[in-house]
Structures are given as C-alpha cells and as structure tokens.
C-alpha cells in the first residue's frame, strides 16, 4: 500500500510556473513507476507524464512537452512535477498516482492521491 498527499496547486496567470509535489508514503516508493494524471471539469482523467523507478526514463503527453518537467527523489519519496509557461487549457485537478508497470495507462496505475487544483488564468 502507497498514500500520496500532491501539494503545489493554486491559481495563476498564464506564463505562470507551479511546481507540484508529491509525497509518499508506506511501502517502497523507489520500486514504483510514478506518473501524474489531470482531469478538467467534464473530460476524462488524462495522462500528463510518467517516471520511472530508477528515474532514467520519462515521457510525457504531446501538449505539455518542453514546458513541463517530471522528476523524483527516492531519498525523501517525494515525486514533483515542474510547469512553465502555464496556459489556460492546463486547468485541472492534477493526481499524482503509482503503478507496478511502465504505462501512460490510468487504469495500470494502482495507488492515487486525492489531486490538487491548479487554475490558469488568460
């Protein structure tokens, strides 16, 4: 069992940076693929980014790439993800979530956190 508390959200102006943290705790965090997901008010739960254990691999979906940065620190359990020039449509609630496989696949992913709100205004 993994619980993941995300902190970081909030409200700002587009161009915007946030940085989201994510901290775990309960059984070994560095043995888990860790990704984060956001959902906007009536869409369905998308993939943003993911990281792997050992953090050597990452990937990300196509509209956030080169703006946001996925990394993690196995030494505090802690997964993060870094967001510049933030724009409107990146609005959502955004979860952190662990999975035993490599998958942007939200249903392969075992363990979520309760989300954060992050409001990007134009």
């Known amino acids: 069992q993994v619980r993941l508390v995300e902190s970081g959200g909030g409200l700002v102006q587009a161009g915007a940076s946030l940085r989201l943290s994510c901290a775990a705790s309960?059984?070994?965090?560095?043995?888990?693929?860790m990704g984060w997901f956001r959902q906007a008010p009536g869409k369905e739960r998308e993939f943003v980014a993911r990281i792997t254990m050992s953090g050597m691999s990452t990937d990300y979906r196509d509209s956030v790439k080169g703006r946001f940065t996925i990394s993690r620190d196995n030494s505090y359990n802690t997964l993060y993800l870094q967001m510049d020039s933030l724009k409107p449509e990146d609005t959502a609630l955004y979860y952190c979530?662990?999975?035993?496989?490599?998958?942007?696949?939200?249903?392969?992913?075992?363990?979520w956190g309760q989300g954060t709100q992050v409001t990007v205004s134009s």
């Open positions: 309960g059984r070994a965090f560095g043995t888990y693929t």
């Open positions: 979530a662990a999975a035993s496989v490599v998958s942007r696949d939200p249903s392969r992913y075992s363990f």
